[in-house]
């Protein structure tokens, strides 16, 4: 079955580089991304990586893949107080495009 | 270019109450999806629309339904409201390209006393 696990809570100092990680179970994932969610908002796509990529890079943001032990991580360089947010993994399976199955979010505090 | 809209943004319903959602998808977006978020948690899909159809449902009970308009904008209805409804809905739009880019509206924030 699908299961999107994340840790809770990342904090880091402004000017850092943020490691939000993510492990998935369903080896058939096509698609991996990362959203992020600010109070009281919807839901703002970052960066989505395909299941046959390793590392993807986005400006500030790295998108890192290992399919072998189902593991995602993003990387945020240089970390802004305005990247204070929930970050979401979420990934699709074959055939289900519209059809994301979250994790629980990371919450990302940036301290001065 | 405009956005997914979605109204209204706050309700309060109380319970055995029915309630209806709507939403705009995001200009040249043919496909909407609707995602239930319960407080601290991830959203949890409930199911997608194409071409006026329902075309991939999660695991929610009969009593959450929907529509598709020609203009492809969406309806979520939910009949017999529990406390447990209680969450933001959040609906998404997408062009169907296959990639998954899911372009979210801000939600509507659903109260069930």
């Known amino acids: 079955g699908e299961d999107v696990e994340q840790s809770l809570f990342l904090s880091v100092r402004e000017g850092d580089s943020s490691v939000i990680n993510c492990t998935y179970t369903d080896s058939s994932s096509t698609y991996l991304y990362w959203y992020k969610q600010e109070p009281g908002a919807g839901l703002q796509l970052l960066t989505y990586i395909f299941s046959n990529m390793d590392m993807k890079q986005d400006q500030r943001l790295t998108v890192l893949l290992n399919k072998k032990d189902k593991h995602l991580s993003l990387r945020i360089a240089d970390t802004q107080t305005g990247d204070s947010a929930i970050y979401f993994c979420a990934e699709t399976l074959p055939g289900t495009a519209s059809k994301l199955t979250f994790g629980t979010g990371t919450r990302l505090q940036v301290t001065l | 270019e405009t956005g997914v809209t979605q109204s209204p943004t706050h309700l309060i319903k109380t319970r055995g109450q029915q309630v209806t959602l709507r939403c705009s998808s995001q200009s040249g977006h043919n496909t909407v999806s609707w995602y239930q978020q319960a407080l601290g948690q991830g959203p949890q899909f409930i199911f997608q629309y194409y071409r006026e159809e329902e075309n991939g449902r999660g695991n929610f009970p009969p009593r959450f339904s929907g529509l598709q308009f020609p203009n492809y904008s969406s309806e979520l209805n939910v009949n017999a409201l529990e406390l447990d409804d209680s969450a933001l809905y959040l609906c998404?739009?997408?062009?169907?390209?296959?990639?998954?880019?899911?372009?979210f509206g801000e939600g509507s924030r659903l109260t069930v006393l």
């Open positions: 998404a739009s997408t062009a169907g390209t296959g990639t998954g880019e899911l372009f």
